[in-house]
């Protein structure tokens, strides 16, 4: 039998009588805590806890920080270093020395001033973190991947609904003007009936080396338990912390396919109007991963070549990084990372934005502030949980067919291969015990 959720301080404020505010009214208090000349009063402040920082939590952090009604009150990080460059960049930021760090998250999930937590791990922590974040009640924003197997984003998902949560998956190219464009012409109808999308990804990896062991350092300068979290254990080396555990299987999502794929895949799935389903077919070779829905739809996995510069002939765009191409009956358009959008003919091309409203790929603000609009509103987010689980199991089954190097059939309801122990296997991990 489920326990009763916990109520949070957002589900308190959100429930707080007319009569309550009313009588805090009638007494004089300063025109900032009632929120007046423009400023947000303390008690519709959200408050937001950061989990893991390094480079790309920093960009996400930076943009919401620029929100006057969320204040980032607390940063956990298993290395002493990057906790004290959070510090440093919110303190700064505040003009104060507030901002609370932890080493151990779960310290900062026991607080229940907080309403939202932002989720920058490396992969291997995402969902899980994410889980508990979720039943200590506190919404999510989660950097992508979300899950690194089927399992986690299965669980993710379902965690997420039973506590009642919001939830942003970090696919914020939903909220980036030119991919919006890109999908809103797909959906009028004005490409015809639509037969192919394209996503590009990295050239997939499978790499089970270790480094060679280095001397743990003490708990307090790098937790190395806390940072391998439910990974398998390996001995420590520093290039691991520094960034260098892209690629390898333990610590990585999908043979690297996700790096990507977690964003023009999920693009594509919009494109379709396919978010509530995904690919039934999904077909390995040299270049690409080809995937067919049941209605017919092809979605093609281009794989780019590195380095990124070295773009060979079957590649299907120069617009920048993530690119990804809609192709129909009638014409086709394409979009990236930089901003511009491409299409098949002078009549498409006329309804696009020009060059001058470019808005690149990576900046997160509408994606957050959608974020913090549904925290308040309780409302469904761009990359809810939904959307999440069926891109990234989508992206999974590819991986999982080209680390197989054979043709796999997943049925969308029960999210399993049809006929294939092996490749059901992979869908699920064991998770290292990191409790003790």
């Known amino acids: 039998m489920n326990q009763p959720r916990t109520k949070t301080r957002r589900d308190f404020l959100a429930s707080s009588t007319t009569a309550t505010a009313a009588a805090a009214l009638a007494t004089i208090v300063p025109s900032h805590v009632l929120g007046l000349e423009g400023s947000t009063a303390p008690s519709e402040m959200l408050n937001l806890g950061v989990i893991g920082i390094g480079p790309r939590c920093t960009y996400d952090l930076k943009s919401m920080l620029q929100f006057s009604d969320v204040r980032c009150v607390a940063i956990a990080e298993v290395q002493a270093k990057r906790r004290e460059a959070g510090k440093s960049l919110v303190d700064e930021h505040y003009g104060n020395e507030d901002c609370v760090v932890y080493r151990d998250f779960r310290e900062l999930l026991d607080r229940k001033d907080i309403d939202a937590v932002l989720i920058a791990t490396g992969d291997r922590w995402h969902a899980a973190a994410s889980i508990l974040a979720a039943k200590a009640g506190k919404d999510v924003y989660s950097e992508k991947p979300c899950g690194i197997t089927i399992a986690d984003c299965q669980e993710l998902a379902d965690t997420i609904h039973r506590e009642s949560r919001v939830f942003q998956a970090g696919t914020q190219r939903r909220s980036v003007p030119n991919f919006q464009k890109a999908v809103e012409l797909v959906h009028s109808g004005k490409l015809g009936k639509i037969h192919t999308l394209h996503a590009s990804v990295y050239l997939p990896v499978l790499d089970n080396t270790w480094l060679p062991a280095q001397p743990t350092p003490p708990r307090d300068v790098v937790d190395w338990n806390l940072w391998l979290g439910p990974a398998a254990w390996r001995p420590f080396n520093q290039k691991y912390v520094d960034g260098g555990w892209r690629g390898q299987w333990d610590f990585d999502s999908g043979a690297k396919l996700l790096d990507w794929g977690a964003h023009t895949v999920d693009l594509c799935q919009w494109a379709n109007r396919a978010d509530d389903t995904m690919p039934i077919e999904y077909e390995p070779n040299e270049q690409n991963i080809i995937c067919t829905y049941a209605n017919g739809v092809k979605l093609v996995i281009d794989f780019l070549p590195q ?123 064991g998770a290292r015990n990191w409790t003790t």
């Open 307 to 429: 380095p990124f510069g070295d773009r060979s002939p079957h590649y299907i765009t120069r617009l920048g990084t993530c690119p990804v191409r809609f192709v129909g009956d009638e014409g086709s358009v394409e979009t990236g990372d930089e901003g511009e959008i491409v299409a098949s003919s002078a009549t498409l091309q006329s309804e696009l934005p020009d060059a001058s409203k470019r808005v690149r790929g990576l900046d997160v603000s509408a994606h957050s502030r959608n974020f913090f609009d549904c925290v308040r509103s309780r409302g469904k987010t761009a990359a809810n949980p939904d959307v999440m689980r069926r891109s990234h199991i989508a992206c999974h089954a590819a991986a999982i067919a080209w680390i197989l190097r054979r043709k796999l059939t997943l049925d969308p309801i029960k999210e399993e291969f049809m006929n294939d122990d092996e490749a059901n296997l992979l869908r699920a991990r």
